[in-house]
C-alpha cells in the first residue's frame, strides 16, 4: 500500500489559498449546464468529485470548454439534456449522485447510474422515493434503497406537493430542489424528520437563486419551487474557498501557534463550514475573521475540549475529533450520525485510528468523544485512511504529536489534491541533522556529541542493522533470507537508553559491536525488504527538539527534508587505524590488516548495494576528518546547523 510519513511538527503559520468548495463547484456545474446561456466558471474546483461531475455532463451532451487559468466555460443546453441514453458512473461522488438522479429522474431519457461500491452502500432510497412520488421511474439494480440505479422516461406529474426525508442527508433535498425547476410547475417540498445539515441546503437555494430561481421556504420544512422556474446563466461565477478544507489549516494554526491564515472564505460565505471557526473558538482558539480570509492563532494555555451539537457543521467537526488530541480534557462531538453514511462509516473510522494514537475513545450511533493523551502513540501500521480524502486530512494535525504514517495519501484527491504540499508550505517539523558516512569514520562519535551540546535526540541507525543482524542469527534465521529477515526487523524488541541497548529485555550494548555483527549487519543492511521495514521505526525517532541521525541514507532516504546534511568520512587506512587503537584500548587482541580488508569489503558493500548505496549526496557538506580532531569535527556540524535554514 503506499503511505506518506509525515514528519512531526513543531509549529504552523502563514497562509493558505484554498482550493475552491466541493459542494459549491458541483452545484454551480450541474447548474451551468441546465440553464440557458454560457456560463464562465472561475477558481472551480480540481479535484476527482468535480472531475466526476464534469465528464458526466459531457458525457449528457454539455458543452465544457477549459479555458486558460482554469476557467471552466460551461455552455448551457437550456432545459435537460440533450443525451438520452447512458451509464453514468459517478464514483464515490456524493453530491454528484445525488444532484444528478434527480436530475435525469426529470430528463426524459434511459440511464443508468452507478459508482463505485461503498457508494452502493451508501443510501438514496429517500430521493428515490421523493422522485417517485412525482411520477419519475426509477428502478434499483442492487440493493433496494442504494445505487446503482435504473431510471426510465416517465411522465412527470410535478406540482403540487412532493415529500422527502431530511433526516439521513441533506443532500436529497438538495438533489430534488436542483431538478424541479427543469418542471416548469410550482411544486412544494415538505420535509419529512428534522433536516439536518441545513447550511448545505443555504447554499443549495443561494446557488439556485443565482441562476435566477427563487425558492421560497417556511422555516425548514416545506420549500416552493414557483411556476414558470427556468435557470438563466448568471455569466460569470466565482466558486468560494472549501470552507471543509479551511478546518484543517485553522486547527493547524490553533495547535501550532498560527497565526495561520485561510484566503477564498469569510464571513460573507455561503457555506455552513464556516462556522467551524466558532467551534475551534469554543475549544480556546483565537480567531479573527474578514470578508473572504478567516485566521487562527493558538490560546495562551493550550485549548480546552468542549461538548458540542454539530450537526450544522457535519463535515468540518471531523478536525474537531484531532483537534481534541491536543485539548485539555475530553471534547465530546455530538447529533452527527450522518457521519455513518458518508464516504466511510466515520464514526467508526475515527474511532479506529484515534485509538492507534493512544486516545480513549468512545463511540455511538451519534457521537464521539475523545479523550487526549499525554504522549502519542506512533503506530507502525499506519492510519488508515478508508478511501476517505476528510480522515487523511484530519489525521495530518496529528503529526504535532508523533511522527506519522498515512496510508494512502492520494484519496485527498477527492477535493484537495496537493493538500499535503500545501500542508509543508505552512508548518515547521522538528529539525533533523543528518550525518552518514562509511563505517569506522567517527560520525557516532560526533553524532552523539552534537545530539548532546544541542540536547537533541540521537539515532545510531546503524544499530538497528545490528540489532536485526543479530535477533535473526539468534533466531537460527540466515543473513540472506530476505522475508525471514525483514519480519524479525519489523518487530524488533529492542529499548534505547543512554549508552544502554536491549534487545528483548537482554543488553545487547557491546554484543552488537563485535565484527561478527559488523559483517551481519552490512549484509542484512543490503536488504530491500529490511530497509523498508526498520524505515518507520528510524523516521519515530525525530522528536522534538531535534534529531541527530547517523548511518548511510539518513540524509537521503529517511530523513530527505533534514536542514543539515554531512557526509563524514575519512581514509580507508585512518579508518582501520582508529578501528585498531579502540580494539586495543578494550584489551581486544586485532592486527591491522584484517580490519582494512574488511573495511573495504563493507565499503564496496554498502555503496555498491541496489537500495539506498552509501554515497555523498549533492545537498550534503562534506567533512573530511583524516587529519581533524572529534572536537574539531563536532563545531564544525555545528557551525553548519546554526547556518541552516528552517526548512519550511
Ligand atoms: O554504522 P554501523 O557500522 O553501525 O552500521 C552497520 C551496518 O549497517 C553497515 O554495514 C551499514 C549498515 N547501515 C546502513 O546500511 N544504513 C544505515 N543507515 C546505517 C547502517
Same mark, same amino acid.
Given at each position: 500500500m503506499e503511505f506518506l510519513d509525515l514528519p512531526p511538527l513543531v509549529s504552523a503559520c502563514g497562509t493558505v489559498r484554498l482550493p475552491g468548495s466541493k459542494s459549491i463547484s458541483n452545484r454551480v456545474l450541474l447548474l451551468s449546464a441546465l440553464a440557458e446561456g454560457e456560463t464562465e466558471v472561475r477558481d472551480l474546483l480540481a479535484s476527482d468529485d468535480t472531475h466526476v461531475m464534469l465528464e458526466a455532463l459531457k458525457q449528457l451532451g454539455v458543452g465544457i470548454r477549459h479555458e486558460a487559468d482554469g476557467v471552466v466555460r460551461v455552455l448551457g443546453v437550456g432545459g435537460t439534456f440533450p443525451v438520452k441514453t447512458g451509464d453514468i458512473c459517478l464514483g464515490n461522488a456524493g453530491t454528484a449522485v445525488r444532484s444528478l438522479t434527480a436530475a435525469l429522474a426529470l430528463?426524459?431519457?434511459?440511464?443508468?447510474?452507478?459508482?463505485?461500491?461503498?457508494?452502493?452502500?451508501?443510501?438514496?432510497?429517500?430521493?428515490?422515493?421523493?422522485?417517485?412520488?412525482?411520477?419519475?421511474?426509477?428502478?434499483?439494480? +442492487?440493493?433496494?434503497?442504494?445505487? @446503482?440505479?435504473?431510471?426510465?422516461?416517465?411522465? /412527470?406529474? $410535478?406540482?403540487?406537493? #412532493?415529500? *422527502?426525508?431530511?433526516?439521513?442527508?441533506?443532500?436529497?433535498?438538495?438533489?430534488?430542489?436542483?431538478?424541479?425547476?427543469?418542471?416548469?410547475?410550482?411544486?412544494?417540498?415538505?420535509?419529512? +424528520?428534522?433536516?439536518?445539515?441545513? @447550511?448545505?441546503?443555504?447554499?443549495?437555494?443561494? /446557488?439556485? $437563486?443565482?441562476?435566477? #430561481?427563487? *425558492?421560497?421556504?417556511?422555516?425548514?420544512?416545506?420549500?416552493?419551487?414557483?411556476?414558470g422556474s427556468r435557470y438563466v446563466s448568471p455569466g460569470v461565477v466565482y466558486v468560494e474557498g472549501d470552507a471543509s478544507s479551511a478546518s484543517y489549516f485553522l486547527a493547524l494554526g490553533a495547535i501550532g501557534g498560527g497565526p495561520l491564515r485561510v484566503e477564498g472564505v469569510g464571513r460573507g460565505s455561503i457555506q455552513g463550514d464556516v462556522r467551524f471557526a466558532e467551534a475551534l473558538a469554543q475549544m480556546g482558539a483565537v480567531i479573527e475573521m474578514g470578508d473572504n480570509w478567516i485566521e487562527a492563532k493558538a490560546p495562551q494555555g493550550g485549548l480546552k475540549g468542549i461538548d458540542l451539537d454539530c450537526n450544522h457543521i457535519p463535515d468540518a467537526a471531523m478536525t474537531l475529533a484531532t483537534t481534541a488530541l491536543f485539548a485539555n480534557g475530553p471534547t465530546t462531538l455530538r447529533n452527527i450520525a450522518s457521519w455513518r453514511v458518508k464516504e466511510t462509516d466515520r464514526i467508526a473510522a475515527m474511532a479506529r485510528e484515534l485509538r492507534k494514537l493512544g486516545a480513549l475513545v468512545e463511540e455511538g450511533a451519534d457521537f464521539i468523544r475523545v479523550t487526549p493523551v499525554a504522549k502519542l502513540a506512533s503506530p507502525a501500521e499506519g492510519i488508515d485512511t478508508y478511501d476517505d480524502h476528510r480522515v487523511a486530512m484530519c489525521f495530518s494535525l496529528a503529526a504535532f504529536g508523533t511522527p506519522l504514517r498515512i496510508n494512502d495519501p492520494k484519496c485527498v484527491g477527492k477535493t484537495f489534491p496537493d493538500y499535503f504540499e500545501r500542508l509543508a508550505t505552512v508548518t515547521l517539523p522538528v529539525p533533523v541533522i543528518a550525518i552518514d558516512g562509511p563505517s569506522a569514520s567517527g560520525k557516532g562519535t560526533v553524532a552523539a556529541r552534537v545530539a548532546e551540546t544541542l540536547g537533541w535526540h540521537y539515532l545510531d541507525s546503524g544499530a538497528l542493522y545490528r540489532l536485526t543482524a543479530l535477533a535473526a542469527r539468534r533466531a537460527g534465521v540466515a543473513w540472506d533470507n530476505e522475508p525471514a529477515v525483514a519480519a524479525i526487523a519489523a518487530k524488533l524488541d529492542v529499548v534505547f537508553s543512554g549508552s544502554s541497548i536491549l534487545l528483548a529485555g537482554e543488553e545487547v550494548g557491546e554484543a552488537i559491536r563485535s565484527e561478527e555483527m559488523s559483517s551481519g549487519a552490512s549484509k542484512v543492511a543490503a536488504l530491500p525488504a529490511v530497509r523498508e521495514a526498520l524505515l518507520f521505526r528510524q523516521r519515530v525517532f525525530r522528536q522534538a527538539p531535534g534529531l541527530v541521525a547517523d548511518g548511510r541514507d539518513m540524509g537521503s532516504v529517511v530523513f530527505p527534508d533534514a536542514g543539515t546534511k554531512v557526509f563524514l568520512t575519512a581514509s580507508v587506512e585512518i579508518r582501520a587505524d582508529r578501528r585498531y587503537k579502540q580494539l586495543i584500548a578494550k584489551g581486544i587482541e586485532a592486527t591491522i590488516s584484517p580490519i582494512l580488508q574488511d573495511l573495504r569489503e563493507r565499503d564496496e558493500r554498502d555503496s555498491t548495494r541496489s537500495v539506498a548505496p552509501l554515497q555523498q549526496n549533492a545537498d550534503a557538506e562534506l567533512l573530511d576528518t583524516s587529519a581533524l580532531t572529534i572536537v574539531d569535527a563536532v563545531a564544525q556540524v555545528l557551525g553548519w546547523a546554526r547556518k541552516a535554514p528552517q526548512k519550511r
Open positions: 430528463a426524459g431519457g434511459h440511464y443508468k447510474v452507478s459508482g463505485v461500491a461503498r457508494m452502493h452502500e451508501r443510501p438514496i432510497g429517500d430521493l428515490v422515493n421523493g422522485l417517485r412520488e412525482i411520477g419519475a421511474d426509477v428502478i434499483y439494480l +442492487g440493493n433496494a434503497g442504494f445505487p @446503482p440505479l435504473e431510471i426510465r422516461p416517465a411522465s /412527470i406529474r $410535478a406540482g403540487g406537493v #412532493v415529500q *422527502v426525508r431530511g433526516d439521513v442527508s441533506s443532500q436529497f433535498l438538495t438533489g430534488l430542489l436542483m431538478a424541479l425547476p427543469m418542471t416548469g410547475v410550482e411544486t412544494t417540498v415538505e420535509v419529512v +424528520g428534522e433536516l439536518i445539515s441545513k @447550511p448545505y441546503i443555504e447554499i443549495t437555494l443561494a /446557488i439556485m $437563486a443565482r441562476f435566477g #430561481v427563487a *425558492v421560497t421556504r417556511n422555516g425548514w420544512q416545506s420549500f416552493v419551487v414557483p411556476a
